[in-house]
């Protein structure tokens, strides 16, 4: 309402499926499709750079879904390069334990982690991305197999167990394992 200037309003229920906790993005997905429904209700009909930066105002993972594509996030999750894979299976656990994100990025895990990072390898698996990534709708990178790590993820086992036995799990099953977003859901390719 604020950045276009309207008075119209919506009554909007949500009928959650996403669990609470698990680093899937439900909020994000949630607030991204609020945008774009009501860029459409109102008849707004702003392009999707514009809609992008708002969708950053609301969240770090906001404008991802609103890109609404596989897509190579950096920034904050602003800047955004599409990104093209084979469609592929993953199994997903969530532990019964949820984790709340403020708490898993305050752990002093993450500030060693981010201190300590080095985007070694980088450029190898994605040429001409190490710099910024492309503008949407530019064809991407291919997504290499097994790349890149989650600084998250042993902030979020300290807290919470049952994630490290959860990822334990899957690399025994599938020889693979990482934890999604903020925890606590952790995924394997699986196929």
Same mark, same amino acid.
Request: glycine residues 12%; proline residues 6%.
């Given at each position: ?68 594509? /596989?897509? $190579? &996030?950096? =920034?904050? @999750? ?7 894979? *084979?469609?592929?299976?993953?199994? #997903? ?47 991407? /990178?291919? $997504? &290499?197999? =097994?790349? @890149? ?7 979020? *086992?300290?807290?919470?167990?049952? #994630? ?28």
């Amino acid at each position: 309402q604020s950045a276009a200037s309207t008075s119209l309003g919506a009554d909007i229920t949500l009928d959650k499926r996403v669990p609470w906790g698990a680093g899937l993005g439900g909020g994000s997905s949630d607030a991204a499709s609020t945008l774009l429904a009501l860029n459409r209700l109102w008849r707004i009909d702003w392009p999707l750079e514009r809609l992008l930066a708002i969708a950053q105002s609301l969240g770090a993972d906001v404008p991802f879904f609103v890109a609404g594509s /596989p897509a $190579l &996030a950096s =920034g904050i @999750g602003e800047k955004l390069a599409p990104i093209d894979f *084979e469609p592929t299976w993953f199994a #997903v656990v969530k532990p019964a334990a949820g984790l709340a994100t403020a708490e898993v990025f305050g752990r002093p895990e993450v500030a060693e982690r981010v201190a300590a990072a080095r985007i070694a390898g980088f450029s190898e698996a994605f040429p001409g991305v190490d710099a910024e990534p492309g503008e949407l709708g530019e064809t991407g /990178p291919r $997504l &290499a197999d =097994g790349f @890149g790590t989650n600084d998250l993820q042993a902030a979020a *086992e300290a807290l919470c167990p049952d #994630v490290e036995r959860a990822a334990a799990a899957l690399r025994r099953t599938y020889g693979n394992s990482r934890m999604t977003g903020s925890g606590s859901a952790v995924f394997a390719r699986a196929g």
